[in-house]
């Protein structure tokens, strides 16, 4: 029985060994600051962009709904 649990044990410390390694872990990623700075004007012009790409075919979904429900179910075959 004593072996059973010494491999038992050896387990649990490995894997907290693992967790706190990965606790630890710092990123290196690094970057400069940019060439031309970006200015309020382009920020809203690219969020705008970013939300309509993502609405618009939402939108036209919910839209074309209606033409949905009154479409003619097709018999399974």
């Known amino acids: 029985m004593l072996p059973v649990l010494r491999g038992v044990m050896r387990?649990?410390?490995s894997q907290g060994r693992a967790w706190v390694l990965l606790w630890n872990q710092r990123s290196s990623l690094h970057s400069k600051p940019?060439?031309?700075p970006i200015g309020p004007g382009?920020?809203?012009f690219a969020l705008s962009v970013f939300g309509a790409a993502l609405l618009a075919p939402a939108g036209w979904i919910v839209y074309h709904?209606?033409?949905y429900r009154k479409r003619p179910h097709l018999p399974p075959k």
């Open 11 to 13: 387990t649990r410390m």
């Open 42 to 44: 382009k920020t809203c």
């Open 34 to 36: 940019p060439k031309e």
């Open 65 to 67: 709904i209606p033409e």
